[in-house]
């Protein structure tokens, strides 16, 4: 059974770092395509970053370009991802999910995204 938990969140000051970690089990990481997506109030679930499977090619939203980085421990089956520059904007509930049969198309799409898990608070606020 495939499960995801995730950890790290918590209250941060605008330009703070977090680290977000999902630990996954019931699944071989380098089969399974893992992504990060967040979900503020009132608005849809958007897609943060993900890392492909075998190859570990990485992806990320237009939004965390260059303030993000996602990558994965496949010795402790965790994938982290890295926040840098933190904004207001970014305050959401983050989201770590993954797929084995996913097609690059719908990388982006949290609907195609077979296991989720139970999501961690990112406060960014001063």
């Known amino acids: 059974q495939v499960q995801l938990v995730e950890s790290g969140g918590g209250l941060v000051q605008p330009g703070d770092s977090l680290r977000l970690s999902c630990g996954t089990s019931g699944l071989t990481s380098t089969w399974y395509t893992t992504a990060w997506f967040r979900q503020a109030p009132g608005k849809e679930r958007e897609f943060v970053a993900a890392?492909?499977?075998?190859?570990?090619?990485?992806y990320y939203g237009d939004s965390v370009k260059g303030r993000f980085t996602i990558s994965r421990d496949n010795a402790k089956n965790i994938v982290y991802l890295e926040m840098n520059n933190l904004r207001p904007e970014d305050t959401a509930v983050y989201y770590c999910a993954a797929d084995s049969h996913l097609i690059l198309s719908s990388l982006t799409t949290s609907q195609q995204y077979d296991y989720w898990g139970q999501g961690t608070q990112v406060t960014v606020s001063s």
């Open positions: 890392l492909w499977r075998n190859t570990g090619r990485t």
